[in-house]
T-cell receptor
Framework: NAGVTQTPKFQVLKTGQSMTLQCAQD?????MSWYRQDPGMGLRLIHY???????DQGEVPNGYNVSRSTTEDFPLRLLSAAPSQTSVYFC???????????FGSGTQLSVL | AQSVSQHNHHVILSEAASLELGCNYS??????LFWYVQYPGQHLQLLLK??????LVKGIKGFEAEFIKSKFSFNLRKPSVQWSDTAEYFC???????????FGTGTSLTVIP
């Protein structure tokens, strides 16, 4: 059982570039979410989804886009990367929004 | 919006010392409470959770936490830490029926052998 798989593990972008962080889970979880982890800030919710076709914004959604066309996949798109988006990104999933989260291994993103 | 405060940012203990990490949240309604741990080089994983019932909950690896509703607190404890407990610890809360988790800023624990 792979759990939650995030790719890539590391990425360097130039300001203005766009990219997609991939997240896939094989546990048939309805709830999926994206967080960013910054020093001294903890984990902050970017976007979440309670099922295929349903997404909503979290605390820090600006500059990010998501979609959920299947139960398994929840990609995070950076539309025009900015240095302020340098962070470690985590994808997490669970059976529902009130259950424990299963986390991916993270993506370390640097925007120059 | 909800918020979670973790008062200790970096804690250094010797092996066998007792541990207590503070966590307070701000939300007037019913909440679910969690402690997650991130060991070096590993995924975040659940230590323990409180949904309802006995306010003293036990988790993995000898950790426990006590929910005190009147203080909006959910402090994590372990009577005797080990070197392998070196990790970052995050408190998290979500409103019962809500869709968003709120995490604290984390506490980095270093245990000296």
């Amino acid at each position: 059982n792979a759990g939650v798989t995030q790719t890539p593990k590391f990425q360097v972008l130039k300001t203005g570039q766009s990219m997609t962080l991939q997240c896939a889970q094989d546990m048939n979880h309805e709830y999926m979410s994206w967080y960013r982890q910054d020093p001294g800030m903890g984990l902050r919710l970017i976007h979440y989804s309670v099922g295929a076709g349903i997404t909503d914004q979290g605390e820090v959604p600006n500059g990010y886009n998501v979609s959920r066309s299947t139960t398994e996949d929840f990609p995070l798109r950076l539309l025009s990367a900015a240095p302020s988006q340098t962070s470690v990104y985590f994808c997490a999933s669970s059976y529902s929004a009130n259950e424990k989260l299963f986390f991916g291994s993270g993506t370390q993103l640097s925007v120059l | 919006a909800q918020s979670v405060s973790q008062h200790n940012h970096h804690v250094i203990l010797s092996e066998a010392a007792s541990l207590e990490l503070g966590c307070n949240y701000s939300y007037g309604g019913t909440v679910n409470l969690f402690w997650y741990v991130q060991y070096p080089g590993q995924h975040l994983q659940l230590l323990l959770k409180y949904f309802s019932g006995d306010p003293l909950v036990k988790g993995i690896k000898g950790f426990e936490a006590e929910f005190i509703k009147s203080k909006f607190s959910f402090n994590l404890r372990k009577p005797s830490v080990q070197w392998s407990d070196t990790a970052e610890y995050f408190c998290a809360v979500n409103a019962r029926g809500g869709n968003q988790f709120y995490f604290g800023t984390g506490t980095s624990l270093t245990v000296i052998p």
